[in-house]
């Protein structure tokens, strides 16, 4: 799908992987470069201090073809026009990973995300620290080397954010985990944005 530079070998769980391209067709979207997306399939882990509240316990089992209960009513004030403008389409790429994606109706307004689910939280845990790993090597890596004054990811702290949370400039998404599920914000563009839509997504668990 992607062609160019030769990706690093790294051992990229089947979910990640996924998701990463998935990171690149919404970054296309939105006019971000192909050199991005190549990039971006070094994804994943290093370890990161994690909030005091946990759901390692916790095993969550939402329906993802009904977008964990993320509906229409949900996005249309994140997109900011009525809800009757909002369309949604829903993609699955594989039985534990789907794509949800609402419109608005007209340009620049939509939004967009994954949700996968793990066996269990530490499963989860496990493939968002991969990924972090693939972060860092991405960075050291043309074009982001020395690029990236704030670094290959940082976690963004706060109510409704989940266990654990990765911001990159990377691929310019949020991605963070609650339990055994973890999501990740293509769309909208901005970071407040997205990160505005990741908590609407995690409230519904």
């Known amino acids: 799908m992607i062609s160019g530079m030769e990706p690093v070998a790294a051992p990229i769980h089947e979910g990640r992987d996924m998701r990463v391209e998935i990171a690149c067709r919404e970054r296309a979207a939105v006019k971000h470069t192909a050199a991005c997306c190549l990039a971006v399939l070094l994804v994943a882990a290093l370890p990161w201090p994690r909030a005091a509240a946990q759901s390692q316990d916790t095993i969550f089992q939402p329906d993802l073809a009904n977008c964990a209960g993320f509906t229409a009513n949900d996005a249309a004030p994140l997109l900011g026009v009525p809800v009757d403008r ?51 090597i991405a960075a050291g890596t043309a074009p982001f080397k020395d690029k990236l004054p704030k670094g290959a990811y940082s976690e963004i702290v706060g109510d409704g954010l989940g266990d654990e949370t990765v911001w990159t400039d990377v691929n310019g998404t949020f991605t963070a985990r ?19 839509v990741g908590k609407a997504v995690l409230s519904k668990f």
């Open 178 to 196: 609650k339990g055994n599920v973890t999501i990740q914000v293509t769309m909208p563009a901005d970071k407040p944005g997205k990160i505005n």
């Open 86 to 136: 909002v369309t949604r389409t829903v993609e699955k790429v594989h039985a534990s990973l789907y794509i949800c994606t609402f419109s608005g109706g007209q340009p620049g307004k939509g939004l967009a995300f994954s949700i996968e689910v793990a066996k269990s939280a530490k499963a989860a845990a496990a493939d968002l620290e991969r990924y972090r790993e693939n972060l860092e």
